[in-house]
């Protein structure tokens, strides 16, 4: 359980040692996030959605130490490290080293907002060279990862396989919705029959080394370029079954962002240049699959938003449509791929 006065109290800049002139606060489904001046802390919820499991202090704490570890990998000086908040004898919360630990934050650096990659889209200011940079520099971290062991489990097509058929199992209640019966059969037989044709494409996946502990959630809102130095953030920790898998599930991921923001050739320049500087050959073999697939997924968790009986109507239809839109965009690539 949080603390009850962890809130209350980490929005005050005198609990922080450099005591910022003013805290915002941030509140997702899984985390508190206060931005303290030119720090970020974020504190992870006591929630258990099943995919993830946040319940135990011991769990918040290993959850966090994993967020900073994976994520150095991409966001260079970003994620500084895991803090401690104690509670004294009078039932106060401190930012510093004690005895009585009732919860752990992820300390990072703040990102320059107006610096993410899907502002500067907003606004028309990333360039195809921008996008090359992108892709040289996921391209080196990836080759810096091992792929391992473990990692190489998550290429066969047994675990692939139970990816993308959960996914059409959790979305047939929307078959009539923000998808149709015709196109939601087009994608599930699609998808299914690549696998079944493709099985020697995926175990060369698997023997080239691209499978490895990827990104998970390689998307626009989770990059940022300012000036020289690009940053990719908040990588999956908290289950390895969203985030190992093949590395062109991450670029497809990217690219299909762009795609469904109209914005193809940029998304096109980011690939070309991971391809060139990672020198793997047959990631345009697996590339429409795995758009496909991550064009569902987005579209199966804006799906889920219909089933919140809070949601007001018009948060109701834009989520209706934005699911609609994802589901279209997967039936697209299925069909111009024939």
Not at 131 to 138: A, K, N, V
Request: net charge negative.
């Amino acid at each position: 359980m949080t603390h009850p006065k962890l809130v209350e109290t980490m929005l005050q800049p005198s609990f922080y040692p450099h005591v910022p002139g003013h805290v915002e606060f941030i509140q997702t489904h899984i985390s508190y996030i206060f931005i303290a001046g030119d720090l970020v802390y974020k504190v992870k919820k006591a929630v258990d959605f099943g995919f993830l499991d946040f319940t135990t202090l011991g769990k918040r704490k290993y959850y966090c130490d994993e967020e900073v570890r994976l994520n150095q990998r991409f966001a260079h000086g970003v994620y500084l490290d895991v803090v401690r908040i104690m509670e004294d004898s009078k039932g106060n919360l401190h930012l510093k080293n004690g005895s009585n630990i009732v919860e752990y934050a992820v300390e990072m650096k703040k990102i320059p907002e107006h610096r993410m990659l899907y502002r500067l889209l907003d606004e028309h200011k990333v360039s195809h060279a921008d996008m090359r940079r992108i892709g040289r520099y996921l391209a080196d971290v990836y080759g810096t990862i091992p792929a391992s062991d473990k990692s190489r489990e998550f290429g066969s097509l047994d675990v692939i396989a139970t990816n993308v058929i959960e996914n059409f199992d959790q979305t047939r209640k929307y078959i009539g919705g923000p998808v149709s019966h015709e196109k939601f059969a087009a994608i599930e037989t699609w998808s299914r029959e690549f696998m079944q044709n493709n099985a020697v494409l995926f175990e060369r996946r698997i023997t080239e080394g691209q499978i490895k502990d990827c990104h998970g959630d390689l998307h626009l809102q989770h990059i940022c370029l300012d000036n020289d130095k690009i940053f990719i953030f908040d990588c999956i920790e908290f289950n390895e079954r969203f985030r190992f898998g093949d590395v062109a599930s991450d670029v497809a991921f990217l690219s299909m962002d762009f795609d469904y923001n109209g914005k193809s050739a940029l998304g096109n320049s980011f690939v070309e240049a991971y391809i060139t500087e990672s020198g793997d050959a047959t990631m345009r073999d697996v590339l429409i699959f795995y758009k496909v697939y991550r064009a569902y997924v987005r579209a199966k968790v804006t799906s889920f938003l219909l089933d919140d009986e809070a949601l007001d109507d018009t948060a109701r239809h834009d989520a209706f449509q934005k699911a609609a839109r994802y589901y279209d965009l997967a039936y697209g690539y299925i069909f111009h791929e024939n």
